[in-house]
């Protein structure tokens, strides 16, 4: 017999967290998520200040004794106000083959939003845009590039099903970055090079706090009429700074100055799933060991673009141009030398954001993964 059961004890945690490990063991693209990072995700609010305007509920499938599958519902203030009033979301979807599980996963997450006074619900965010948004419904062959999503191919069916729509695509773009960009693109570089006004300097990572702040101010500003936008708090940028501290290099990140004022930013990571995938999801007891000893100086196949930004002053200008083309090449060249790269990954990058596939076409990358929001009214 199916059972719905809310997770509330430490026990209920744990089942919820280990249920993909089972689900994905079969197959060959899954990268086991650090069992760490997951707990402090659903933890509450001292593992992640998503909690300070956020409120999430969590629920397991049972069938037979047998977790079947688990599913999150989530408020968040910062939604509400910058998406829309009654905007509620669902995520953290795992699910066996099973149409009535789902169904009653979804129906149960759907029921405690209207409950909330939400009018309609969006999914899946694990837990919010700034987590794993979207569900993978396109680019299955290969294993997801650091902090992105992967699932099972059949969720988008069993979703669907339940009378859900898309709303939203958000792509990845891969690239080959060890050989030079195509030449108008090095001519662009060359301009930018002539241009006494713009500077393009590496991130300062003695002084973390700092520069972490001066990105936050831009990205929040860059990024604020994008679709889906919440912005991040001064509280959670301190927590994912210090999260990533240990993948932050400092080749890796440039922020851009004109005429000595920085607005623009570009992050970069070594593909630290291909240095976790051994693991099995565990740093104890040897796993801290090998991963700290791997961060040293990591060597990787793959480096993402996670987060790129410039300053709503200047978007449209010429400037911006030369300023995004010199931070992606002159990152393009250090990833090569130092940590080893021949790929790349931008995104994820919104289906309608015509600026940033512009950039992603003119260094010819290519779409590998389509990650979906969907919507249903309640």
């Given at each position: 017999m199916l059972k719905i059961i809310a997770v509330e004890s430490a026990a209920d945690r744990v089942r919820f967290v280990?249920?993909?490990?089972?689900?994905?063991?079969?197959?060959?693209?899954?990268?086991?998520?650090?069992?760490?990072?997951?707990?402090?995700?659903?933890?509450?609010?001292?593992?992640?200040?998503?909690?300070?305007?956020?409120?999430?509920?969590?629920?397991?499938?049972?069938?037979?004794?047998?977790v079947?599958?688990?599913?999150?519902?989530?408020?968040?203030?910062?939604?509400?106000?910058?998406?829309?009033?009654?905007?509620?979301?669902?995520?953290?979807?795992?699910?066996?083959d099973d149409q009535i599980v789902a169904d009653a996963l979804l129906q149960t997450a759907e029921d405690w939003l209207r409950g909330e006074g939400m009018t309609r619900a969006q999914g899946p965010f694990s837990l919010s845009i700034w987590d794993e948004p979207g569900l993978l419904v396109d680019g299955f062959g290969q294993p997801p590039t650091v902090m992105m999503g992967h699932h099972l191919p059949y969720y988008r069916r069993l979703i669907e099903a339940r009378g859900y729509v898309g709303v939203k695509d958000m792509h990845t773009w891969g690239l080959s970055i060890d050989k030079p960009f195509p030449e108008i693109v090095q001519r662009i570089v060359a301009a930018s090079e002539r241009n006494s006004k713009l500077v393009t300097r590496r991130v300062d990572k003695s002084r973390f706090a700092e520069e972490a702040a001066l990105i936050l101010d831009i990205l929040n500003d860059a990024w604020s009429t994008n679709w889906g936008f919440v912005p991040l708090t001064p509280a959670e940028v301190a927590h994912v700074g210090k999260k990533l501290k240990a993948i932050v290099y400092e080749d890796l990140i440039r922020i851009a100055e004109y005429e000595g004022v920085p607005v623009g930013f570009l992050i970069s990571l070594p593909d630290i799933n291909e240095l976790t995938r051994d693991l099995g999801g565990r740093l104890f007891p040897f796993g801290w060991a090998k991963l700290l000893w791997r961060l040293r100086k990591p060597q990787v196949k793959r480096l993402r673009v996670p987060l790129m930004g410039i300053r709503k002053s200047l978007q449209g200008h010429r400037v911006a141009s030369l300023m995004a083309f010199q931070m992606i090449e002159y990152i393009r060249r250090d990833a090569v030398e130092k940590f080893g790269a021949i790929e790349g990954e931008i995104g994820w990058i919104l289906d309608d954001n015509g600026p940033m596939r512009s950039i992603a076409d003119a260094i010819e990358s290519k779409v590998t993964r389509t990650y979906r929001i969907y919507e249903r009214s309640l």
């Open positions: 280990e249920l993909p490990y089972r689900l994905y063991a079969n197959d060959p693209n899954f990268v086991p998520p650090l069992r760490a990072e997951v707990h402090a995700l659903i933890g509450g609010i001292k593992g992640n200040p998503w909690f300070e305007h956020g409120r999430a509920v969590m629920w397991l499938a049972e069938e037979g004794g047998d079947v599958g688990r599913i999150s519902a989530q408020v968040d203030t910062l939604v509400l106000e910058y998406m829309g009033a009654g905007t509620g979301h669902w995520g953290m979807f795992e699910c066996v």
